[in-house]
């Protein structure tokens, strides 16, 4: 967003220097990227009135005039401006002038004339927004002999603002006046125009098809205007200060409202139209030859406005060649609107334009703004073009407008937040002077936002209203008061470092990727749960919030691997987010704890035979950061299918029985759309998981020698083999030390439906060396639960 200045101290005016308002700007989150001049510096160019102007006696091209410049006595200039006649106020160096490139004005002698001094264009004053080299023509109320630096404020300067999506409220000088308005606890003086008078009636039809994407659409016709005026030296200077070349009355006057208003208004040649104005999605595969000359191939997620025959633009981002307004014009459609920001949002990237209705729409405009955009624009037109105005056609759906959000400011909360204590009275001022509707409760306000604040939504976003305009500065620095206390023994919340040194030591790297991720990629891989959608996104492949870091792995994993990685071991830690009724503000934050791993287990290497990575050993450096926090009782592993997983290759983790997380190769569906060239391994659980470590306690070591028997177990297939682990040092009491699964054998030579176990039972006691009937004992009973438990029987 770039303005001039003094357009916006036309609005407000504080008393307090050029410097002291940018940065009181930038202090206030509008920060201020660029300031730069609107003109060179000269010396001695006066206004002056051309008294009398003839044809130089020697030269075709040449005008002997006489110009006033202090009502005293006239200079003789000549000049070959085409434009030079009688009557007209210009800007003139008088001798001894110094002009831009330190050019120097002396008496001169022109083809037998002598000229004291030049008629100056907007180039030779180092003004070189204009084109031509025609002498500057002045208003009738530019007074004689004044200083034209002065009286043309080429002390102004441009001011370009380097604005944040939230903060589309800011893009026009009627949304910046608030804010600097609010700074300065001053009022704001408004542009005084009326509604125009009504002298036609003219009316288009207009057909909203789409009510939720356009909620608000107005039009008016404007016939017999004289698009060949001249636009005021005013509004092409506020036009050319704010970086926008003057082209004709109809194109500037939609400008000037854009940059006044915020409100975009669109100029349409209103003989070209074709019946009536319809409001609707694009046909896919329906072709729109733009104001560019470039013909589109539109998409059907695209909002148009079209008429009975044809498409007339690309709604609220770029207007069509079809009904465009040029030099024959005398007939204008203006039509403005209100559309929602979800429909333009991305639209014009899609194009590959962008344009200052696309930036200001996609972020949100005013939507109670249409109707005096609209009058400021008639109003403009008319004054310089002429014309006769027609009633406005609105069509409003009021249901599918914005809400204003109620919300409740807690003087507690303000306190906590800020660290400080501002008063009642400039909490209620300032927030009055932002223009949001307060009712005082006790401690508490009530707090309903204006219609064109769409970026507060919570109570923290009051609270930071109220600190960035009564000053960060003005809050003071305190040390934080905290209580020491003593260190309690380490039980739970086992450290992430920890977690993260573990992965490191295994060969992990650690990926950060956005909260914000693409909708449809995130479907495939969690398509059960509906994602928080952001209001303002960044583009559209980032329009929602992740519910898992899987989605971001995948795409890191495939970006490493397109660029010839052949070992892929990568980690993230983050915050995951997803709807939750019971939750505040309806969101449920869960730190997560993701990894993956694909392509080779080890590095290249002469002496080791390459080996793809598989299910178990991303299950084996799971377990160890598991074993970090817990004993191997308290986990466990259960087949469980998930989308995102291979249908016989997944597996939820389960902590104390309870599911907080799952394990897997990534399904195939997912692998060939990634495009990966081996089947990636994943895991994804959740933090909290890992923070219930305990207190070891130490045990002495046997000195007395462990047995080993190896028991081989028929079982169904659908038996899990921890399940029968655990009935193994269930029953087997305290000489059983372990038990562990060494081999699993499937084989046609078995029974239909039967696998075979091989278990290792480890035993040993702390007080004698075992005889063989104890460990005989031990190893009958724990046959004889398994097989009543799992029907199992035992293998020769």
């Not at 039509?335 to 194009?351: D, K, L, N, Q, V």
């Not at 992740?546 to 990568?570: E, F």
């Not at 926090?629 to 939820?652: I, V």
């Given at each position: 967003m770039k303005f001039s200045e003094s357009w916006l101290r036309e609005w407000v005016n504080p008393s307090i220097s050029t410097s002291e308002l940018t940065h009181q700007m930038t202090m206030a989150g509008i920060e201020v990227r660029n300031i730069s001049s609107v003109g060179k510096k000269f010396t001695r160019v006066?206004?002056?009135?051309?008294?009398?102007?003839?044809?130089?006696?020697?030269?075709?091209?040449?005008?002997?005039?006489?110009?006033?410049?202090?009502?005293?006595?006239?200079?003789?200039?000549?000049?070959?401006?085409?434009?030079?006649?009688?009557?007209?106020?210009?800007?003139?160096?008088?001798?001894?002038?110094?002009?831009?490139?330190?050019?120097?004005?002396?008496?001169?002698?022109?083809?037998?004339?002598?000229?004291?001094?030049?008629?100056?264009?907007?180039?030779?004053?180092?003004?070189?927004?204009?084109?031509?080299?025609?002498?500057?023509?002045?208003?009738?109320?530019?007074?004689?002999?004044s200083d034209f630096y002065e009286f043309f404020n080429l002390n102004d300067v441009s001011i370009d603002l380097d604005l944040t999506a939230n903060r589309a409220d800011c893009f026009s000088i009627r949304g910046l006046a608030r804010e600097v308005a609010a700074l300065n606890c001053t009022d704001i003086v408004k542009p005084d125009f009326q509604a125009a008078k009504i002298d036609i009636n003219h009316l288009f039809s207009v057909e909203v098809r789409v009510p939720e994407a356009c909620p608000h659409y107005l039009c008016r016709v404007v016939k017999g205007l004289n698009i060949g005026a001249t636009v005021p030296l005013w509004m092409k200077e506020k036009l050319r200060r704010s970086g926008i070349n003057s082209i004709n009355p109809v194109v500037d006057v939609t400008n000037y409202v854009l940059l006044e208003q915020g409100q975009p208004v669109y100029a349409l040649d209103s003989a070209k139209i074709e019946g009536k104005i319809i409001v609707r999605m694009?046909?896919?595969?329906?072709?729109?030859?733009?104001?560019?000359?470039?013909?589109?191939?539109?998409?059907?997620?695209?909002?148009?406005?079209?008429?009975?025959?044809?498409?007339?633009?690309?709604?609220?981002?770029?207007?069509?060649?079809?009904?465009?307004?040029?030099?024959?014009?005398?007939?204008?459609?203006?039509?403005?609107?209100?559309?929602?920001?979800?429909?333009?949002?991305?639209?014009?990237?899609?194009?590959?334009?962008?344009?200052?209705?696309?930036?200001?729409?996609?972020?949100?405009?005013?939507?109670?703004?249409?109707?005096?955009?609209?009058?400021?624009?008639?109003q403009l037109l008319v004054d310089i073009c002429g014309g006769e105005v027609a009633p406005v056609v609105s069509v409003k759906a009021a249901i599918s407008l914005p809400k204003r959000v109620m919300l409740e400011l807690r003087r507690s909360k303000l306190n906590a937040l800020l660290g400080h204590h501002i008063s009642d009275s400039d909490v209620t001022k300032i927030l009055q002077g932002l223009d949001f509707f307060i009712e005082k409760r006790e401690s508490n306000w009530l707090v309903k936002t204006p219609t064109w604040r769409f970026d507060i939504a919570i109570e923290e976003d009051l609270i930071e209203e109220i600190a960035r305009i009564y000053g960060y500065d003005n809050i003071p620095n305190k040390y934080p008061v905290v209580s020491l206390k003593r260190n309690e023994p380490r039980r739970k919340n086992q450290s992430l470092r920890r977690v993260r040194d573990l992965l490191v030591d295994l060969g992990y790297c650690e990926a950060i990727t956005y909260s914000f991720v693409e909708p449809k990629q995130q479907r495939l891989i969690v398509p059960q749960i509906k994602p928080l959608?952001?209001?303002?996104?960044?583009?559209?492949?980032?329009?929602?919030?992740?519910?898992?870091?899987?989605?971001?792995?995948?795409?890191?994993?495939?970006?490493?691997?397109?660029?010839?990685?052949?070992?892929?071991?990568?980690?993230?830690?983050?915050l995951c987010f997803a709807p939750c009724i019971s939750s505040e503000n309806g969101i449920r934050q869960e730190p997560?704890?993701?990894?993956?791993?694909?392509?080779?287990?080890?590095?290249?290497?002469?002496?080791?035979?390459?080996?793809?990575?598989?299910?178990?050993?991303?299950?084996?450096?799971?377990?160890?950061?598991?074993?970090?926090?817990?004993?191997?009782?308290?986990?466990?592993?259960?087949?469980?299918?998930?989308?995102?997983?291979?249908?016989?290759?997944?597996?939820?983790?389960?902590?104390?029985?309870?599911?907080?997380?799952?394990?897997?190769?990534?399904?195939?569906?997912l692998e060939c759309y990634f495009e990966f060239n081996s089947p990636p391994v994943i895991f994804e659980i959740k933090c909290s998981a890992l923070d219930k470590r305990t207190v070891s306690n130490s045990v002495t070591i046997s000195k007395f020698p462990f047995n080993r028997r190896d028991i081989s177990v028929l079982v169904d297939e659908e038996v899990a083999c921890s399940d029968v682990i655990n009935a193994c040092l269930e029953v087997g009491g305290e000489l059983l030390k372990d038990a562990k699964l060494f081999d699993v054998y499937v084989d046609n030579s078995l029974e239909v439906g039967k696998k075979s176990l091989a278990i290792a039972l480890i035993l040993q006691s702390s007080s004698h060396t075992l005889k063989e009937s104890d460990i005989n004992l031990v190893v009958k009973k724990i046959v004889l639960y398994i097989s009543e438990k799992f029907r199992a029987s035992l293998r020769g």
């Open positions: 006066k206004v002056g009135q051309i008294i009398e102007c003839v044809q130089h006696p020697n030269a075709d091209r040449l005008y002997l005039t006489k110009v006033d410049v202090d009502g005293k006595e006239d200079l003789d200039i000549i000049c070959g401006a085409s434009n030079c006649r009688q009557g007209i106020k210009v800007a003139v160096a008088t001798i001894g002038a110094v002009l831009p490139d330190n050019v120097k004005i002396k008496k001169a002698k022109l083809r037998g004339q002598f000229s004291y001094g030049m008629l100056c264009s907007f180039i030779e004053l180092g003004i070189d927004d204009y084109v031509g080299e025609d002498i500057i023509e002045l208003p009738e109320h530019a007074p004689i002999g694009a046909r896919q595969g329906e072709k729109l030859i733009l104001l560019d000359g470039k013909e589109r191939i539109l998409n059907s997620d695209t909002l148009v406005t079209s008429d009975a025959n044809k498409v007339l633009s690309i709604a609220g981002i770029f207007g069509g060649e079809s009904a465009n307004v040029n030099l024959e014009t005398k007939d204008v459609l203006l039509e403005c609107a209100f559309f929602t920001p979800e429909f333009i949002c991305g639209r014009a990237r899609s194009y590959g334009l962008q344009t200052n209705s696309s930036v200001r729409f996609e972020r949100g405009v005013d939507y109670e703004l249409q109707m005096t955009a609209m009058e400021r624009a008639t959608k952001l209001p303002y996104p960044i583009s559209v492949d980032m329009s929602v919030m992740r519910l898992g870091l899987i989605q971001g792995l995948l795409n890191s994993a495939v970006y490493n691997q397109k660029r010839q990685q052949k070992r892929i071991y990568l980690f993230e830690y983050g997560m704890l993701a990894a993956i791993i694909v392509g080779t287990l080890t590095e290249d290497h002469w002496a080791v035979e390459s080996k793809k990575v598989d299910f178990f050993d991303l299950k084996g450096h799971l377990e160890s950061i598991l074993n970090l926090s817990m004993n191997e009782k308290s986990y466990d592993f259960r087949k469980e299918e998930h989308p995102a997983l291979h249908p016989n290759q997944s597996a939820s983790i389960l902590v104390d029985g309870e599911k907080v997380g799952i394990i897997g190769i990534i399904n195939p569906k």
